[in-house]
């Protein structure tokens, strides 16, 4: 069997007066799980956790996208000048999936945003915007007007960690395509890559769960890069894993 990897959506506010506004989420990554032998579920936003505990049951995995900010009342602060555009209704949708799936030992791959939102969902907190709050900080935001492949600093893995396995290299050239970064690191999580600034850019679990998170947008880079091909193959294949142990 297929193993489903759940994505939770964005919310598209309403574009006229009768709209209820939408429930999206980017071709790019739906793309990526089924190159890498995945089957893609995008989940709506709702405020109902019926619905989202029943669409949690059918998932093997859960891939937590890019986006806009996370509210940081979620980490205990009231908002910087600088922050950005958020997202209530899916703030609320993520944090209870990632919340379960930390609990149950779902994997879970967070891409930009998404592994912020791991780490808030573990208690951790965020830079709300790095060029305001990490003076010494490289530029991390290249967009709108760069591709989004482009490779805009390098990352250092930790060696002993779960992703420098995966993709079998310390060092990296990656995309860069966010203003926000983890800064104060959830339980139960660690850093397994920075930027030379010193910036998180990869964390994952301490335990044998597979929870990673790049900062990066590994999806942006399946075409050039390979070993970004291996990250989505292998959390598709632990999705596949956590399935089979689900039914002995
Ligand atoms: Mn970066």
């Not at 301490?206 to 399946?222: C, M, T």
């Amino acid at each position: 069997m297929v193993p489903i990897v759940g994505i939770p959506c964005a919310f598209q506010a309403p574009q006229d007066k009768q709209g209820r506004g939408a429930s999206v989420v980017s071709q790019s990554y739906l793309r990526a799980l089924e190159m890498a032998g995945g089957a893609p579920m995008p989940i709506p936003i709702t405020s109902q956790e019926d619905t989202l505990r029943a669409l949690y049951g059918r998932i093997d995995g859960l891939l937590l996208a890019g986006g806009v900010d996370i509210d940081p009342s979620h980490y205990g602060e009231s908002p910087h000048p600088a922050l950005g555009e958020v997202d209530e209704r899916r703030d609320w949708v993520e944090l209870a999936l990632t919340r379960w799936a930390l609990a149950d030992g779902l994997p879970v791959l967070g891409i930009c945003r998404g592994i912020q939102t791991l780490n808030v969902a573990a208690g951790g907190s965020l830079w709300q915007d790095i060029a305001a709050q990490v003076p010494d900080a490289l530029r991390h935001p290249y967009y709108p007007n760069y591709p989004y492949n482009r490779l805009s600093h390098s990352a250092r893995l930790e060696p002993d960690s779960r992703l420098a396995k995966i993709l079998g290299d310390l060092e990296l050239e990656v995309n860069s395509l966010h203003h926000q970064a983890a800064r104060d690191v959830g339980k139960g999580l660690r850093v397994t890559a920075r930027s030379p600034d010193g910036i998180i850019e990869g964390l994952e679990s301490q335990d044998e769960a597979w929870v990673i998170g790049v900062q990066w947008h590994p999806e942006w880079l399946i075409d050039d890069d390979l070993r970004m091909r291996r990250l989505f193959e292998a959390f598709v294949a632990a999705g596949e894993a956590h399935r089979g142990g689900k039914k002995t």
